[in-house]
């Protein structure tokens, strides 16, 4: 399918400016370093070198940030300028590339679903998932060989993965009289606001005895487990082979990066940044970037590691 100028129009939601050839159709989305003349690319705001990646890509449209580009360019190409390329470039996509409708809301036959569970409006149940006496809300989506325990709750829109374990037994043992590891009961729950989405192989613990909770429009990578009685907030992002020990709470709007692990019971505040394989064991305040092992805030990561430098060079001098 050809789109053109006004496709574009019809499906952007901030406000934009247009420049260079507008006759011009597309029919795919790439990246900018792999366009062709038939596509629609993007390069985002900050990119020190916006000009050469322009005059290098073929792609007939490219959502950029303001600028000025060469005659050259604007004969071959047609440049939506806005403030927010990723965000523009993000929802074309969404809503120029559309999907079929999916069939109508149905449970696998070959998903076990317990005859106490309350399903919602639109509920997809996939291909050998299993879902026990559970709630799940409007429109929300369990996929193939998933599981929900009994007493679970999803809100509306949720999705769920292939192959995640949602509500099970938590990892929680103490030393009887004798040494010997005796099991905690988890008698608690676990809550899955609106919106979230959990992808494939995650496991969320449920609470020994309160709430495991995670908050409204909250995305969960791959591979993570969330320990019990864990608490996040809304709107976070949680990447890749993460493990939140029990109690470990995350705050709203924070970023948790790839292999991260933190603590049970440390607390990472609203809006804060954790960096690519760090071991968190203290609270971080709302609004800052931590990373290491252990996580310390990076500022103070850096120095750290400059002084390492310079010890390090010191050594090698003194052979």
């Known amino acids: 399918m050809k789109y053109t100028l006004e496709d574009v129009r019809a499906h952007i939601d901030r406000p934009f400016e247009v420049s260079g050839n507008i006759a011009l159709t597309f029919s795919s989305f790439a990246p900018i370093t792999e366009s062709a003349t038939s596509s629609m690319a993007w390069i985002r705001a900050d990119h020190p070198d916006t000009n050469a990646l322009l005059a290098n890509s073929p792609a007939a449209f490219v959502v950029c940030a303001h600028l ?41 036959p070959t998903a076990i679903v317990d005859s106490r569970a309350r399903l919602g409006i639109d509920v997809v149940v996939g291909a050998y998932a299993t879902v026990g006496a559970c709630t799940i809300g409007n429109g929300s989506t369990i996929k193939a060989h998933a599981t929900v325990h009994d007493g679970a709750e999803l809100g509306a829109n949720v999705l769920i993965g292939e192959y995640c374990n949602i509500g099970g037994e938590g990892f929680g043992h103490i030393r009887d009289e004798h040494g010997s590891l005796e099991n905690m009961l988890h008698i608690g729950k676990v809550v899955i606001e609106d919106d979230v989405e959990i992808f494939p192989y ?29 608490r996040i907030g809304e709107r976070a992002m949680i990447t890749a082979n993460t493990t ?9 709007y924070c970023f948790v990066g790839v292999g991260s692990l933190i603590r049970e019971r440390v607390r990472v505040g609203d ?22 092992v252990p996580a310390r805030p990076i500022g103070e990561l850096k120095a750290v590691q400059k002084a390492l430098g310079l010890l390090v060079g010191e050594t090698q001098s003194d052979r």
């Open 271 to 292: 809006a804060a940044s954790i960096g690519i394989g760090s071991v968190v064991t203290k609270d971080v305040p709302p609004g800052e970037t931590w990373a290491g």
């Open 202 to 230: 995650t496991n969320v613990d449920r609470a020994t005895l309160s709430v495991t909770r995670v908050g409204r429009g909250t995305k969960i990578d791959h591979y993570c487990h969330i320990g019990h009685n864990t």
């Open 68 to 108: 000025d580009a060469s005659d050259d360019v604007l004969r071959n190409k047609c440049l939506i300028h806005v403030d927010r390329p990723d965000l523009a470039f993000t929802r074309l996509v969404k809503r120029l590339c559309v999907p079929p409708a999916r069939p109508e809301p149905r449970i696998h």
């Open 244 to 252: 939140l020990t029990g109690g470990a709470v995350v705050g709203s």
